[in-house]
């Protein structure tokens, strides 16, 4: 099954991510192991690994989704090209 294909609506996803308290080392290892094995299951379905570029209509549906404001922190914890900071 595709890493994207589930029940989930993208705004639920991002929800529960968001609640996420990162309070001790192992909290912060489990999320770290989570992000490592989803980085390796997209790399396994492109058949290759490395540079991960979201596609700008994905940024662009993101960013609508979670409509920021002004005044808002917007982070892109990756930054590869910036383009969720571009977008948002």
Do not use: W
């Not at 991960?52 to 914890?77: H, K, L, N, S, W």
């Amino acid at each position: 099954m595709p890493v994207c294909a589930s029940g989930y609506n993208l705004k639920d996803v991002l929800a529960i991510i968001n609640s996420i308290r990162l309070h001790s080392d192992q909290d912060i290892h489990t999320i770290s192991q989570f992000y490592e094995d989803l980085l390796e299951r997209m790399g396994g379905e492109n058949k290759s690994a490395g540079e991960f570029y979201t596609p700008r209509p994905v940024i662009r549906f993101m960013v609508e989704t979670m409509a920021p404001q002004i005044g808002e922190t917007v982070y892109d914890p990756a930054c590869g090209s910036a383009g969720f900071l571009v977008e948002a």
